[in-house]
């Protein structure tokens, strides 16, 4: 005998995976709205209606049916068919072309970033400095105000992963 129940002839055990992927309803869901169901299957009874190009997390991937588990942003959960959802890439990681920097009074200096993956779907970023009157930044452009230390951080705005370059401005001896 198994350790675990066997299903009855003809009925179909769903598996899943854990999943933790951002997933998009596609452009093309007829009619205008996807159902979120309480099961999986159209008999089940519709806890959330999603339409186009919502984003969503899938929680749970099946294995053997194409009823996804997803979870709304508002807590919700249910099941959805993965003929109508599509992934949707987020920045998962932000790297600066400069971790450290010494720079003088006045001194410019322009820092780029990579984002990852390349096919991220959202790229905007946000730049900030610690101490503004120390050093600013506008578009990873560095501008040397005084001497002191800040710390520059880029944002990806989506997601909130960041990445930092600490910044060291010393008087301009003349």
């Known amino acids: 005998m198994p350790s675990y129940a066997a299903p009855y002839p003809g009925e179909t055990v769903n598996e899943y995976s854990d999943d933790n992927t951002k997933i998009r309803v596609k452009a093309s869901v007829a009619p205008d709205k996807l159902y979120v169901r309480s099961g999986a299957g159209t008999q089940y009874s519709i806890v959330a209606k999603l339409s186009a190009g919502d984003i969503v997390t899938r929680i749970k991937r099946s294995n053997n049916t194409q009823w996804d588990i997803v ?12 003929e109508y959802i599509e992934v949707y890439n987020v920045v998962t990681s932000l790297s600066l072309s400069k971790s450290d920097v010494s720079m003088k009074k006045g001194e410019t200096l ?16 946000t730049w900030s400095s610690s101490n503004e009157g120390v050093v ?37 001896v003349e």
């Not at 979870?71 to 993965?82: A, E, I, K, M």
């Not at 506008?138 to 951080?153: F, H, S």
Request: net charge positive.
């Open 71 to 82: 979870r709304l942003n508002d807590g919700t959960t249910g099941y959805v068919f993965r």
């Open 110 to 125: 322009k820092l780029t970033y990579t984002i990852g993956p390349e096919n991220a779907e959202n790229k905007n970023v």
């Open 136 to 172: 600013s930044v506008d578009n990873g452009n560095l501008t040397a105000k005084a001497p002191g230390e800040a710390v520059i951080t880029l944002k990806a705005v989506e997601t909130g992963i960041t990445a930092s370059c600490k910044v060291k401005v010393s008087a301009n």
